[in-house]
């Protein structure tokens, strides 16, 4: 079945550091691909989306590229700060074999970004 | 903001008894889903529904049945709960329409089972 991989946390950074999350999956088919975020506290919410292969999307200063070789969905920052600090959650979503539609997530990384 | 309303918020119960976890949404939206968190497994799919009365199990469906009636509410029961159960709940909504749509988030629901 689907799966993600991402790397596992904390990962704890200074403020205005370069920032990399792993992310890789296993589908059969062509998911869409996403990353969500998740302050304390709250629900996750949608960072960014790529929904084809070499796609990339980007949001708050945030990158990610669908790379299908790869089977790889990395998030990049070039320069972390406090503000950032959260919970990062790699995901993808694809079909069935009915038809329907199902999202499937990674672990979460807590990245800590210190003053 | 999504329209998106669990309730409770907070919820503490005793083994064996039976609990039931209840998502709203105002979107209008066919898919919902619950998720349950946990340190180290991230959000677990434990049900989804496709449309009204049309449901399918996630990855660790087992103590947990779920129904939805109207398009706007999707329940999630616990027939009798264990400790192993508790969590944070999570419900989510996404128009379907194809895999490339987002889905939405509720604030979660915290079960403590004791």
């Known amino acids: 079945g689907n799966s993600v991989t991402q790397m596992e946390g904390p990962v704890t950074l200074s403020e205005e550091a370069f920032l990399t999350i792993n992310c890789t999956y296993t589908?059969?088919?062509?998911?869409?691909l996403f990353w969500y975020v998740q302050y304390p506290g709250e629900g996750l919410q949608l960072l960014l989306k790529?929904?084809?292969?070499?796609d990339k999307g980007s949001n708050k200063g945030f990158e990610a590229t669908y790379r299908k070789e790869t089977t790889s969905f990395h998030l990049e920052k070039g320069s972390v700060q406090v503000s950032d600090s959260a919970v990062y959650f790699c995901?993808?979503?694809?079909?069935?074999?009915?038809?329907?539609?199902?999202?499937?997530f990674g672990t979460g990384t807590r990245l800590k970004v210190l003053a | 903001d999504a329209g998106i309303t669990q309730s409770p918020r907070h919820k503490v119960t005793e083994t064996g008894t039976p609990v039931t976890l209840r998502c709203h949404q105002t979107?209008?939206?066919?898919?919902m889903y619950w998720y349950r968190q946990d340190p180290g497994h991230g959000l677990r799919l434990i049900h989804y529904?496709?449309?009204?009365?049309?449901?399918d199990k996630g990855e660790v469906s087992d103590g947990y049945s779920v129904s939805r009636s109207k398009t706007e509410d999707f329940l999630l029961t616990l027939e009798s709960a264990t400790s192993s159960q508790t969590s944070v709940y999570f419900c989510?909504?996404?128009?379907?329409?194809?895999?490339?749509?987002?889905?939405?988030f509720g604030q979660g629901t915290r079960l403590t089972v004791v």
């Open positions: 790529a929904t084809k292969a070499d």
């Open positions: 979107e209008n939206h066919r898919y």
């Open positions: 529904s496709y449309g009204v009365k049309d449901t």
């Open positions: 995901a993808l979503s694809g079909s069935t074999t009915s038809g329907t539609y199902k999202y499937i």
């Open positions: 989510a909504i996404s128009e379907g329409q194809s895999m490339n749509t987002e889905a939405f």
């Open positions: 589908a059969t088919g062509y998911p869409s």
